[in-house]
Each structure stands twice: as C-alpha cells, then as structure tokens.
C-alpha cells in the first residue's frame, strides 16, 4: 500500500503560480511511476501530466505543457506540481496518483491516490 496526501493547493489570480506537493508514505515511493490528475465540478477527470520513477522522463496534457513542471524528490518521498500562468480552467480538485508499471495518461491504470487538494482561480 502507498498513501498520498497532496497539499498546497488554494486561491490564486490568473496569471499566478502554485506549487502542489503530494507526500508518499508505506511502500518504496521511488518504485513507482506518479502522475497528476484533476477534477473539475461537473466534469470529469483529465491527465496533467505524469514522470517515471526515476524522474527521467514527464509527459504533460497539451492543456498544460509549457506551463506546469512536475518534479520529484525520492529522498523526501515527495512528488511535485509546479503551476505557472494559471488561468480559469485549471482550477480543479488537484489527485496525484501512483502506479508501479505504467506512466501513462490512463486514470484507471494508477493503483493508488490522494485525497486531493483544491485550486482556484480567480479573474
């Protein structure tokens, strides 16, 4: 078992940055591939982005490319978000989620999540 819990979520203006961190506890946390997921309300959840275990390799949803940056730190267990240029249709509820052999954009693959952690934006 793997549990997460992200934090660093909250109200920022369009434009701004925010930086969300998902903190991982239980198994080796450098085992497994970690991705990003949100959920807008009424909508359903959609890929930020994802990186390997090693952090060698990231993958974004064109959505966010060029402005999110997702980062990792195996030592502190800790896996990261970094959120620039925000704009209206990112606020969500933020999911980081785990997975021990894919790294993909497939929710359904991921074995393990996060609570969430809520962002808004405001105009």
């Known amino acids: 078992q793997v549990q997460l819990v992200e934090s660093g979520g909250g109200l920022v203006q369009v434009g701004g940055s925010l930086r969300l961190s998902c903190l991982a506890s239980g198994r080796t946390f450098s085992n497994y591939h970690m991705g990003w997921f949100r959920q807008a309300p009424g909508k359903e959840r959609e890929f930020v982005g994802t990186i390997t275990w090693s952090g060698s390799s990231t993958y974004y949803a064109n959505s966010v490319k060029g402005r999110f940056i997702i980062s990792r730190d195996n030592a502190k267990n800790t896996l990261y978000l970094q959120m620039n240029s925000l704009k209206p249709e990112d606020a969500a509820v933020y999911y980081c989620?785990?997975?021990?052999?894919?790294?993909?954009?497939?929710?359904?693959?991921?074995?393990?999540w996060g609570q969430g952690t809520q962002v808004a934006v405001s105009s």
């Open positions: 989620a785990a997975s021990n052999h894919y790294s993909g954009t497939n929710s359904r693959a991921y074995n393990y």
